[in-house]
Nanobody, 125 residues
Framework: QVQLVESGGGLVQAGGSLRLSCAVS????????MGWFRQAPGKEREFVGS????????YYVDSVKGRFTISRDNAKNMVYLQMNSLKPEDTAVYYC??????????????????WGQGTQVTVSS
């Protein structure tokens, strides 16, 4: 069983930065591609970005490109979401998720098998 625990959320002013962390249990962390999703109030959960198991390939939705960076440390079973130049519209609960599909970039949440509990990010204007 794989367990994911996010941390690092909080309240930040527009233009500020936050780094979210996701700790993953399990011995085969590098066999999972990791994704970040977010869900704003009253909206569906949406894909933010992902990183392959080796850490060599990342993918982002257009709305966060150039502002958000996903990285991972396979030795520590950790994945990170560095968020810069935050905007009020980035306010959401952020989730990390794991999938064993690695040959393609997976953006659909139904293809992710394991999920964290989420961490709240609030960006004030």
């Amino acid at each position: 069983q794989v367990q994911l625990v996010e941390s690092g959320g909080g309240l930040v002013q527009a233009g500020g930065s936050l780094r979210l962390s996701c700790a993953v249990s399990g011995r085969t962390f590098s066999s999972y591609a990791m994704g970040w999703f977010r869900q704003a109030p009253g909206k569906e959960r949406e894909f933010v970005g992902s990183i392959r198991g080796s850490g060599g390939s990342t993918y982002y939705v257009d709305s966060v490109k150039g502002r958000f960076t996903i990285s991972r440390d396979n030795a520590k079973n950790m994945v990170y979401l560095q968020m810069n130049s935050l905007k009020p519209e980035d306010t959401a609960v952020y989730y990390c998720a794991a999938t064993q599909i690695q040959h393609i970039t997976v953006t659909s949440q139904r293809n992710y098998n394991y999920w964290g509990q989420g961490t709240q990010v609030t960006v004030s204007s």
